[in-house]
């Protein structure tokens, strides 16, 4: 139907088409966009790739019909044809989390410099949905698909890591994995990861070097990679100094403030002696705080923390919080630029560990 209601008739040589009628149902189409232009659909699309010359008015017509009629390009046919850059799939456990959400501002920057849309992903910790995120971005022909957070790295981990990075590869695509363990030198991945052992290492080595021997170490879930490896740094530092490891003194448990004002409360109820407390994340540390208050103790005059991250939140404390610096936005960065570089990069930068920093403030102190 022409705009009048009437049907077009269709000539010798002519292609018969509709023009979108305001308020019509459904997105318009690239044949209304070449009704409303009097162009030909190849002449459209030629104009939209820019692959192929076409005159001034005509580019003209054409980019106003589209305006006029609010069309929008067919992206994942696009993609398809190999014509725009795929996105950047970031999936991610959980996107409330502080220094997590500061890697997914890294790769958004990142990502957006470079002209690729930034997808974000939660799991809630759900492998399955894990899995099902991971084959979604494949089949968007996602360029890169980042995975951040703690795992335990068992055998069933790096089996499901590698079938990922395998089949990611095969479409043109490539795993990313931040902040995680690296997996087998055949598998096709990337590894981001930072100095969770030499970041404690120097979180414990202050608290030691101001004279505390008696360090109560709260340290993450047994099995996570962070959490053992923080410990381990913990471990270098004690005999390092000649400080004897006492079992008492180190309590595992969740990265969460909750789980820090718990341990502390019950180590103080239990008559625990110690001197200072070594965080590993500063929401453990916020928690420790507040347990440490609720009790009767200040800092860093009765009892010193050191935490591990450095969210803004640390420096707002009272005191500011003395922490571990981890480059979480540039871990985000990094982790795309070596998915979608690495053509150029191949076989040098499969493997990054970035350092960490002790940054020191206000809450710790030499013990009385």
Not at 207 to 228: K, Q, Y
Not at 296 to 315: E, K, W
Request: proline letters at 5%; one cysteine or more; hydrophobic letters at 40%.
């Amino acid at each position: 139907m022409t705009d009048n209601g009437k049907s077009a008739r269709k000539g010798p040589g002519r292609t018969r088409t509709r023009s979108k009628r305001p308020g019509s149902d459904g997105p318009s189409t690239i044949r209304d966009v070449a009704a409303k232009a009097g162009v030909s659909v190849a002449t459209v699309s030629r104009t939209l790739a820019g692959n192929y010359p076409v005159s001034t008015e005509t580019r003209a017509r054409v980019m106003a019909a589209v305006e006029s009629l609010h069309y929008v390009v067919n992206v994942h046919a696009k993609a398809l044809s190999g014509r725009v850059a795929g996105p950047v799939a970031l999936v991610i456990q959980d996107i409330t989390g502080p220094s997590l959400a500061h890697v997914a501002a890294g790769v958004e920057q990142e990502a957006n410099s470079r002209g690729r849309l930034s997808l974000v992903c939660s799991t809630h910790g759900d492998a399955t949905r894990e899995d099902d995120l991971v084959q979604l971005m494949r089949e968007q022909h996602a360029a890169a698909v980042v995975i951040v957070g703690g795992v335990v790295a068992d055998d069933a981990y790096q089996r499901r890591m590698a079938e990922y990075a395998k089949a990611l590869d095969a479409a043109g695509s490539r795993l990313v994995l931040v902040g995680r363990p690296p997996l087998a030198a055949d598998v096709p991945a990337t590894v981001v990861e930072y100095d969770n052992r030499g970041g404690a290492f120097q979180a414990t080595s202050h608290l030691l070097g101001v004279g505390h021997r008696r360090i109560l170490f709260l340290g993450g879930e047994p099995g996570f990679s962070s959490a053992e490896q923080r410990r381990a740094g913990h471990l270098d530092a004690l005999r390092a100094h000649a400080v004897p490891y006492e079992t008492e003194l180190d309590i595992p448990g969740g990265y969460t403030r909750t789980s820090g004002y718990r341990r502390v409360r019950d180590a103080l109820a239990d008559g625990l002696d110690f001197t200072a407390v070594f965080a590993c994340t500063d929401a453990i540390a916020v928690g420790a705080l507040a347990a440490l208050r609720e009790a009767g103790l200040r800092l860093p005059r009765d009892v010193s923390l050191v935490g591990f991250d450095d969210v803004p939140f640390a420096t707002d404390l009272t005191p500011s919080l003395t922490t571990i610096r981890v480059p979480y936005e540039e871990l985000g960065r990094t982790a795309v630029r070596l998915a979608l570089d690495r053509e150029e990069t191949i076989g040098d930068d499969d493997h990054v560990v970035l350092s960490t920093q002790l940054v020191i403030r206000e809450s710790v102190r030499a013990p009385r």
